[in-house]
C-alpha cells in the first residue's frame, strides 16, 4: 500500500511538473551588426546557427551560445540569397528556407541541402537544391504584404519538410509538406489554422513543434504537443497560444526559434524602428517545461511489448521490427542513455529506482514509448 502512494505521488508531482508554460526568459546577447537581420536559428553542435533575411552574401554564421560572437562564417558557394528565412537540419543535413515571399509572387522558391560533415569541416561549402511551388496556388499577381503565399518557417520532422505559411491576407498559417530529396516539387498542403497571426519562425523537439510570431498585441509562441493524432496534419488535434507582451516590447519583430533537448529555446528579434520605437537585434532564452514531455503517441506495429515492467536489471524488448535506436529517459525528457544495436535486451541495473520512458525507434523510423519502473 505504501509502494502504491508514493508511486502516485511520484505520477501527481511528474503531473505538475509539465503543466508550466513560458518561463525564465531572458535576454541571452545582443547581435552584432551585420546580424541585424537574423531570420533563422538552429541548435547543433552545441552552437546557434544563424542567418539573415535578405541582402547578404550566402552565408551562415556560427555563434558562441552565451555570448553571441561569431566564431565562423561560412559560405555556400553555389547559393543565392535572395530571401533566406528559416533553417533546420536532420541527423545529416542542415536545410536553408530561401523561400520568403512577401509579394506573392515568386517563383524560384527553393530549399537549400547541405551536409552536416561538409559544414563542420569547411568555411566554403556547396547545396544542394529543392526547388517547389505551392499546389495551390495559380495567381502570381504581386501583391505585398497581402497575400497567403509567405512563408516564414521551416522544420525536418520523420524525413520530411514542413513549411509554415505566413499569411498575410488572413492571419492563419497553411503547412506544406517537401520531400528532402533534391530536385523539382510541388509542396503539398496537408494541414492548416487560424493562428490569428504571422508565423515567422518554428522548431522541434521530442516530437513537440513550437512556432513563433506577431500578431496585432504583440509577439507570441504557438505549441502543438508530439501527442497529437498520428499524420501529416499537424493541427489536427489544436494548439496552445502564448503571448510574450510581459516579456518582449509589442513592437518587437521575433523572427526565428530554436530548441534544445533540456527545454530550452532561443529566440531572435529582428532590429526595428516602429513608430519611432528603436530596438536592437537580440537573441533570447526562455524554458517551456511541455517541451520535455516526451511523445506518447501509439503507432500500429505488428507487436510489442516490454518486459519484466517493474524490472531490477533487465529489459526485454519483444517485437518481429528491426531496431534503430533505444533510449531512456527521465521523467523530466532528459536523455539518461541510448543504443544503436539490433539486440533486444537492454541492461537498465545502473539506474536509480524510479519511473523512466523506454523510447524504441524502429528502422522505418517509426517510435514506440513505454513507461517503465525500475525497482
Avoid at 496537408?190 to 522541434?204: D, H, K, P
Avoid at 502564448?242 to 530548441?259: D, H, P, R, W
Avoid at 515492467?309 to 525528457?333: H, M, R
Wanted: charged residues 20%; contains cysteine.
Amino acid at each position: 500500500m505504501v509502494k502504491k502512494v508514493i508511486l502516485f505521488l511520484f505520477i501527481f508531482a511528474l503531473s505538475n511538473a509539465v503543466k508550466g508554460q513560458v518561463s525564465n526568459f531572458i535576454e541571452k546577447f545582443e547581435l552584432s551588426n551585420n546580424l541585424n537581420e537574423s531570420s533563422g536559428l538552429l541548435f547543433f553542435n552545441d552552437k546557434i546557427l544563424t542567418h539573415n533575411d535578405s541582402g547578404d552574401s550566402p552565408n551562415l554564421y556560427e555563434l558562441d551560445k552565451n555570448s553571441g560572437t561569431i566564431l565562423r562564417t561560412i559560405s555556400i558557394t553555389n547559393a543565392t540569397h535572395i530571401d533566406w528565412e528559416d533553417i533546420a537540419h536532420d541527423e545529416t543535413y542542415i536545410y536553408i528556407g530561401d523561400f520568403g515571399n512577401n509579394n506573392g509572387n515568386r517563383t524560384n522558391l527553393k530549399v537549400y541541402k547541405i551536409s552536416k560533415t561538409d559544414y563542420l569541416n569547411n568555411t566554403s561549402i556547396t547545396a544542394e537544391e529543392i526547388e517547389f511551388n505551392y499546389e495551390d496556388q495559380t495567381d502570381f499577381t504581386s501583391r505585398p504584404n497581402n497575400n497567403n503565399f509567405d512563408a516564414e518557417a521551416l522544420i525536418e520532422y520523420r524525413g520530411t519538410l514542413y513549411i509554415f505559411s505566413k499569411n498575410w491576407e488572413n492571419s492563419q498559417t497553411k503547412v506544406y509538406k517537401l520531400p528532402t530529396i533534391a530536385g523539382t516539387h510541388t509542396a503539398v498542403k496537408v494541414s492548416e489554422a487560424n493562428v490569428e497571426g504571422l508565423i515567422t519562425g518554428a522548431t522541434t523537439v521530442n516530437d513537440h513543434i513550437v512556432l513563433c510570431g506577431s500578431d496585432t498585441v504583440g509577439p507570441f509562441i504557438v505549441f502543438i504537443s508530439g501527442n497529437r493524432s498520428p499524420g501529416d496534419d499537424i493541427f489536427s488535434s489544436g494548439f496552445e497560444k502564448s503571448t510574450l507582451n510581459e516579456n518582449l516590447e509589442v513592437t518587437s519583430q521575433v523572427e526565428a526559434i530554436a530548441a534544445t533537448n533540456d527545454g530550452e529555446f532561443y529566440l531572435s528579434r529582428e532590429q526595428n524602428n516602429a513608430f519611432g520605437n528603436a530596438l536592437s537585434a537580440k537573441v533570447y532564452e526562455f524554458k517551456d517545461n511541455r517541451s520535455l514531455v516526451l511523445n506518447t503517441n501509439d503507432y500500429k506495429l505488428n507487436s510489442f511489448e516490454v518486459y519484466p515492467n517493474p524490472t531490477l536489471n533487465v529489459i526485454n524488448i519483444n517485437t518481429p521490427d528491426s531496431i534503430k535506436e533505444i533510449a531512456i529517459y527521465n521523467v523530466l525528457g532528459k536523455k539518461i542513455v541510448s543504443t544503436s544495436t539490433f539486440k533486444k535486451r537492454l541492461d537498465v541495473s545502473f539506474l536509480a529506482k524510479g519511473i523512466y520512458l523506454l523510447k524504441v525507434t524502429f528502422s522505418d523510423n517509426k517510435e514506440k514509448t513505454k513507461k517503465i519502473i525500475k525497482l
